[in-house]
T-cell receptor, first 110, second 113 residues
Framework: NAGVTQTPKFQVLKTGQSMTLQCAQD?????MYWYRQDPGMGLRLIYY???????DKGEVPNGYNVSRLNKREFSLRLESAAPSQTSVYFC?????????FGPGTRLTVL | QQPVQSPQAVILREGEDAVINCSSS?????VHWYRQKHGEAPVFLMI?????EQKGHDKISASFNEKKQQSSLYLTASQLSYSGTYFC??????????????FGSGTRLSIRP
């Protein structure tokens, strides 16, 4: 099992560009999450999905959209990237309470 | 609201003990503890559920005082491998079946030989 995979690992964008971060899990978990982690800071919840077809806002949803394509995949889209969105983005999945994190995507917006 | 962790950073010598505290202003359903090593993803340590329980994992244990909305993580006889940033995450059960965890800002633990 690969667990939780994220692509890409690194990305550099210019202000105003758009992109989609991909996340997939092969553990048959119902719930999936997107977090951002700024340098020296904790994890802040952007969006989460309790099950296929449902999504909910977290602490910091502004500037992002998500799609729960199927049970395995949960993508995060930045429509118009801003320098304030420079961060490391982690995807996680959960069968119930424990969350399993992917390796992260390091995003820089110039 | 984000839970508050203290201290922000701890430096220990190998073999010493440490306590990391986590408090919330909201009524809690559960408290989660994760450890993150530099450049890596957070890794689950343990979860404590409503009911004031205490749990242990090797020489790492934790308690959860539901009434005070506080949890503490205890690291005894610390080893070099314990170095990293420890995050508590709190959950106030809502309508969603997903486990919506709000994380604290972390406690950086450094272990010296």
């Amino acid at each position: 099992n690969a667990g939780v995979t994220q692509t890409p690992k690194f990305q550099v964008l210019k202000t105003g560009q758009s992109m989609t971060l991909q996340c997939a899990q092969d553990m048959n978990h119902n719930s999936m999450y997107w977090y951002r982690q700024d340098p020296g800071m904790g994890l802040r919840l952007i969006y989460y999905s309790a099950s296929e077809g449902t999504t909910d806002k977290g602490e910091v949803p502004n500037g992002y959209n998500v799609s729960r394509l199927n049970k395995r995949e949960f993508s995060l889209r930045l429509e118009s990237a801003a320098p304030s969105q420079t961060s490391v983005y982690f995807c996680a999945s959960s069968p119930a309470d424990t969350q399993y994190f992917g390796p992260g995507t390091r995003l820089t917006v110039l | 609201q984000q839970p508050v962790q203290s201290p922000q950073a701890v430096i220990l010598r190998e073999g010493e003990d440490a306590v990391i505290n986590c408090s919330s202003s909201k009524a809690l359903y559960s408290v989660h503890w994760y450890r993150q090593k530099h450049g890596e993803a957070p890794v689950f340590l343990m979860i404590l559920l409503k009911g004031g329980e205490q749990k242990g994992h090797d020489k790492i244990s934790a308690s959860f005082n539901e009434k005070k909305q506080q949890s503490s993580l205890y690291l005894t006889a610390s080893q070099l491998s314990y170095s990293g940033t420890y995050f508590c995450g709190t959950e106030s059960k809502g309508y969603s079946s997903a486990s919506k965890i709000i994380f604290g800002s972390g406690t950086r633990l450094s272990i010296r030989p």
